[in-house]
């Protein structure tokens, strides 16, 4: 099968930075790569139209049209005459597509089949961030949703959530995202920094960063001993216009807490393996997420994980049993949560060697490229 993934985004540093979108979508290429089977990338919104291998992978770039007030139409139409060219020529049978922004909503191909996989659209991600979502984000996440032949969700909270939030009653299948367990060594105890707290992703309100500092300020309370270490990207607050979540974190620490604070910033996926490594404890306090790969990457190298309690969460971690789930607000009880895993170290390691067995039996790549490559068949097989 040949699989065509367009995307605003592709973890590679010949596109920039890249989130969970991107993410997904090299684990889906990589999976398929595996199984014998073809990907092809179609990146959009890129500076020039070009075509181009790597890794076994066909990239084609697509640079959007610029047209004052219809740029967001001609670039859709620019992108279907492409995706009816590619499947003419045979290189593609089918199209995935995200639900983010609704880029689908009028590439209406020929023949071409859409999937539309849900990593969680603007609107689903403003409704779990409690703020506005743009009109025309909404109509076009909701158009191109009706429009698609088929849906796929990445957990059930998070096709439940559309549903509602569009009025929708799409069937969708629920295929969570994977992570490939060999391309993780299990954790070199002697590397364990005593007593590190490790957050890594995007320092951004909807992750729970502007909670952290909070939550560590309680910890330092009992513990002045311990470290917080951050590792990625900054990002601007979208709800106060200010350019720098890192530096309203700053002012949020106390002054006992904010000596034990090391941020590191963004780092290549090797050294943030690394830090994985060495941390004795994983937070991740989101708000917001569909299905995060960031903690099935935490759980596979053992670590012992406090994490928020909202929706999704409960489809990955079983509280207190793999990991810790708590309300990001509740600080105190967080801090307490991490706590615990400092002074336990047999209830740490239990809930690492159980995160483990969790990923291998449910998030292994290898088993959810097959529910994906039933999927695709059942889609080519229809068309």
Known sequence: MKIGFLTPEYPSVKFGASGGIGTSIYGLCQGLLITGHTPVVIIYGQPEDKVFQDQGITFYCVKNVKFKGLSWWFSRKKIEKLINRLYDENIIDLIEAPDWTGITSFIQP??????????????????????????WNKFHEKRA??????????????????????????????????????DFSNPDKSLKKALSILYFGTLIRK?????????????????????????????????????????????????????????????????????????????????????????????????????????????????????FLVNPKEHNLYAQKILKLFLDEELNASFGEKALEKVKSTFDSTRVIEKNLSIYKSIIRKN
């Open 110 to 135: 020929k023949k071409c089949p859409i999937l539309i996989r849900l990593n969680g659209s603007d609107t689903y991600f403003c409704h779990l961030d409690k703020r506005p979502v743009k009109f």
């Open 145 to 182: 949703l009706k429009m698609a032949d088929k849906h796929a969700s990445v957990s059930k909270f998070t096709a439940d959530l559309t549903n509602e939030l569009f009025r929708l009653n799409i069937d969708f299948e629920i295929v969570p995202n994977g992570v490939n367990v060999k």
């Open 207 to 323: 992750k729970g960063l502007l909670e952290l500092p909070l939550i560590f300020n309680e910890v330092i309370k009992e513990l002045p001993e311990a470290k917080l270490i951050l590792v990625g990207r900054d990002s601007p607050d979208i709800s106060t216009k200010n350019t720098s979540t890192w530096k309203m974190m700053e002012g949020l620490f106390s002054k006992e807490a904010k000596e034990k604070v090391e941020y590191a910033g963004g780092v290549s996926y090797d050294k943030v393996k690394q830090y994985i490594d060495e941390a004795s404890v994983c937070v991740f306090p989101s708000f917001a997420e569909a299905l995060p790969v960031s903690w099935l990457e935490a759980m596979t190298m053992k670590k012992a994980i406090v994490a928020s309690n909202i929706g999704w969460a409960k489809e990955m971690i079983e509280d207190e049993k793999e990991g």
